[in-house]
């Protein structure tokens, strides 16, 4: 009897201690569906969050990448360009020991030359002063011959 009554309060509202048994699935399964919908958010929400941080860090990478390789095409340019002022360089100071020794050389030939000059001119006076002294002896030996009488 006391069931009954019991049935009979609560379909009309007027028990407050106990539920019917399908209110109180409904309620259950209602708490688990909010429960369920709220972790799909949060899963939902936290992959949301996590392709973000990985699309910024693949952003980040990339023009990091970029960076890099853009310094090492401006490094690669300089050293060229510094390859090139020191090919030129290097090529300046061969052709300017090229001249330095073809003037040398130039230099050397000419103080040949002039020395060569010197010692013929010294050798020719030499032999024009062993000349004069034979001829000057040869007229002195002919005047004392003319002089002393035979």
Not at 44 to 59: M, T
Not at 104 to 121: F, L, R, S, V
């Amino acid at each position: 009897m006391r069931k009954h009554l019991m049935a009979v309060l609560s379909v009309l509202g007027l028990t407050g201690a106990s539920m019917p048994a399908q209110a109180q699935q409904d309620a259950k399964d209602k708490a688990k569906d909010a429960t369920t919908e709220r972790k799909l958010k949060e899963e939902k929400a936290n992959k949301e969050q996590k392709a973000a941080a990985d699309a910024a860090h693949i952003k980040k990478s990339v023009l990091t990448l970029k960076e890099q390789k853009a310094a090492r095409e401006e490094n690669a340019a300089k050293l060229a360009k510094e390859g090139k002022e020191q090919k030129a360089a290097g090529e300046q100071k061969a052709a300017k020991a090229a001249m330095e020794y073809k003037e040398q050389k130039a230099a050397t030939g000419e103080a040949a030359i002039k020395a060569d000059a010197h010692i013929k001119k010294a050798l020719k006076s030499d032999a024009e002063k062993k000349a004069m002294k034979t001829a000057a002896e040869n007229k002195a030996t002919k005047e004392v011959q003319k002089a002393t009488p035979k």
